[in-house]
């Protein structure tokens, strides 16, 4: 069965700096990866996804993520984060051919001045 | 294109009365429903999948049901709230056909407080 762990809870920056939000995974198969962002009090949007194809995958709003199968990792980066980026962040994963989600636990970024 | 609503957006209910959430897609046939739960620290919880009409899927046992009388149309019910059923409540829909990658995409949230 299908897991992921995001190893921090949250992950305080200033603004300007360049932040990383880890994300391992565990599955037997191929797998899809994802990873959402969450507002206050609003659902989840799409930030990113790796499907197939180029291990670097870039999103919205500057975000980029790298697929490493070695290390079973979709970690997330930004080179400069703004205030604004202040949301907690999700990586799923999915098995190839199965339809079924699964979320990690989540990492609260805060961002401040 | 395709969109999903859910109301209602915020609710707060005395323990032991009912509860009905809703959630509509639009854009969209067949899609598969999932109704997921918030509470805090403890990241997305799957409370029930639709694969289609009258086919609802548990994934934890509950006081609440999922109900699937429409295509499209995906309802949170309860007959007697508890207060561990508060928190922020989150309808999806994913593609069944030409692409089953997982994606899901959310609703706007239902966040309910039993009192």
């Known amino acids: 069965a299908q897991s992921v762990t995001q190893l921090d809870s949250q992950v305080p920056v200033f603004e300007e700096a360049p932040v990383e939000l880890r994300c391992n995974y565990s599955?037997?198969?191929?797998?899809?990866l994802f990873w959402y962002v969450q507002y206050p009090n609003q659902g989840l949007q799409l930030l990113l996804k790796y499907l197939s194809g180029s291990t670097l995958v870039k999103g919205i709003n500057g975000f980029e993520a790298e697929f490493n199968k070695s290390q079973t990792s979709f970690h997330l980066r930004k080179p400069s984060v703004h205030i604004s980026d202040t949301a907690e962040y999700f990586c799923?994963?999915?098995?190839?051919?199965?339809?079924?989600?699964?979320f990690g636990k989540g990492t609260m970024l805060l961002v401040s001045p | 294109s395709q969109t999903i609503h859910q109301w209602p957006a915020t609710l707060v209910q005395p323990v032991g009365s009912p509860l009905s959430l809703e959630c509509t897609v639009e854009?969209?046939?067949?899609?598969?429903l999932y109704w997921y739960r918030q509470a805090a620290g403890r990241g997305l919880q799957l409370l029930f999948y639709s694969v289609g009409i009258g086919q609802i899927s548990s994934e934890v046992p509950q006081n609440l049901s999922a109900s699937r009388p429409q295509d499209r149309q995906f309802i949170l019910s309860s007959k007697k709230l508890l207060l561990s059923d508060s928190g922020f409540y989150l309808c999806?829909?994913?593609?069944?056909?030409?692409?089953?990658?997982?994606?899901?995409?959310f609703g706007e949230g239902s966040r309910l407080t039993v009192l």
């Open positions: 999806a829909w994913s593609l069944v056909a030409g692409g089953r990658t997982g994606e899901l995409f």
């Open positions: 799923a994963v999915s098995e190839s051919g199965y339809s079924t989600l699964t």
């Open positions: 854009g969209t046939s067949n899609p598969n």
């Open positions: 599955s037997s198969v191929s797998v899809y």
